[in-house]
DNA sequence: GGCTTGACTACACGATCGTGTAGTAGTTTG
DNA sequence: CAAACTACTACACGATCGTGTAGTCAAGCC
């Protein structure tokens, strides 16, 4: 695929562009005239490079998923809690998970996989680290969804702060606030058994 | 507004189909005349009965706040951890819950509205249940965002779950998982500070 | 009876969308 | 040098969108 070198063609400048606004508006959102303007180029050079809106978004897919498990590998170099701390670093990957969230919602397939293997991933990690919930896989489903939570309510968590966690300070104050969530126990497990049999 | 004995009048089958295809496709994802066809009526009737899909929008706006407010006042009669327990019973709310997180997304006033209102909500709840987070605001606006993850992710979930968590069944499950989360602490206070040094 | 009013439909409008076609400029290749 | 190819633009197409207009039909009121 492209290398980095490559990275300021146009090819990439409309990739780019797209991953913005596919993410920021949604698929429908964005107009690959929209597209075509953020980059600086017509709307048939987006045609001639991706052929159609959705093998551009084909496109888009892959190259996010590529790049965040790149930033993903390289989190874990540095971390050793990386299957939890989501928002660590990297403001580069803020506009890439906008546009994965987005996508998935929208039913991307790609998108999806990458949540089936992150999935995957959480619930190897609560095996090897000793968590043994009784529901090991949708444990680890909610896990899955709560790490992407805060990039969907982005705009209403940033005005219940009064901050903009786009920002790398509002980044670092919600990703801290989100860990702290996995420091304080709610519920004790009778409770949450007791609700169980209450419902059923 | 109406009230329940006016609820098979076409105005109501026009707001319900809103409600029903706005959540699942989005605003811009669903067409007027995709609702009216929903609603079995023409398009013409959507727009004399709501002047504007804006308008439209902000009908099913409110009419989801005050039903979900509705719900959730009854929800805390029966059990007493409704501020944690946001998947309990209810299927009727799934079809709004669903609406009003699209409606967040796509920036509504309303929905925001709602969110500010439930983060007051859990902010107050943790004080008068002991709960001392050191950033009580972001703590209870992450927790906020949590609560509606798992309606975001609906499709990815089920399918890593392989169940439809849009069924009672399903449902339940996620429910339960998502209340283990709060039962076992995953890092300690020490940890999270260590990262927030290392982050800064 | 006539007359208003509200629910409802059919149809046409301009705008915008994704897409298709034709063509230009510059580089590469034989 | 000519042919071929690539990057790129301009423009036109049908479809679909939200919206506007005109009109039908039935019920209620004078």
Known sequence: MERPADDLTA?????????????ERGIEGASIRDIAAEAGVSSGLVRHHFGSKESLR??????????????????????DLSGLDPLAL????????????RSMMDGSETAT?????????????????GINPKDRRGYAA?????????????DQVSKALGEDITTAAGYN????ALM?????????QEQVDNMRNQEK
């Open 11 to 23: 090819r990439a400048r409309i990739r780019d562009a797209a991953i913005r606004l596919f993410g």
């Open 58 to 79: 084909e496109a888009c897919d892959r190259y996010a998923k590529e790049r965040m498990l790149q930033i993903g590998a390289e989190l874990t170099q540095d971390h």
């Open 90 to 101: 990297h403001p580069v990957a803020f506009p890439l998970q906008l546009y994965i969230v």
């Open 113 to 129: 996989a990458l949540f089936l293997e992150g999935v995957d991933a959480v619930e190897e990690w609560t095996t090897s680290y």
């Open 142 to 154: 909610a896990l899955a969804a709560i790490k992407l939570s805060v990039f969907v309510f982005r």
């Open 173 to 176: 104050r919600i990703g801290q």
């Open 180 to 188: 702290e969530v996995f420091t304080i126990p709610l519920l004790t």
